[in-house]
Nanobody, 121 residues
Framework: QVQLVESGGGLVQAGGSLRLSCAAS????????MAWFRRAPGKEREFVAA????????TYADSVKGRFTISRDNAKNTVYLQMTNLKPEDTAVYYC??????????????WGQGTQVTVSS
């Protein structure tokens, strides 16, 4: 099995920055598409960003384009989400996900437990 553990969440003021990390273990990290999703209170889970196995392709939700950057370090089996210019509406539990073929869909095979990001006004 693949285990994903998110870290780096916390409380930040609007306009601030935060970097989330997702450490993967188990098997075949570089062969997986990695993604970030988030779920805000009272809202459904939504796609945030995804990155291909090699890191050569990325895609983002329109709401975070220009502010968030997804990256990966396959040598460290870790994917990152660098968040800048954070807004209160970014407040959510952020989840890391992995799959061999999924891209923007929510049909990822593996999920982390999530890390809370709270952005104050």
């Amino acid at each position: 099995q693949v285990q994903l553990v998110e870290s780096g969440g916390g409380l930040v003021q609007a306009g601030g920055s935060l970097r989330l990390s997702c450490a993967a273990s188990g098997r075949t990290f570089s062969g997986n598409i990695m993604a970030w999703f988030r779920r805000a209170p009272g809202k459904e889970r939504e796609f945030v960003a995804a990155i291909s196995g090699s890191g050569g392709r990325t895609t983002y939700a329109d709401s975070v384009k220009g502010r968030f950057t997804i990256s990966r370090d396959n040598a460290k089996n870790t994917v990152y989400l660098q968040m800048t210019n954070l807004k209160p509406e970014d407040t959510a539990v952020y989840y890391c996900a992995a799959d061999r073929t999924a891209w923007v869909s929510s049909q990822y095979s593996y999920w982390g437990q999530g890390t809370q990001v709270t952005v104050s006004s």
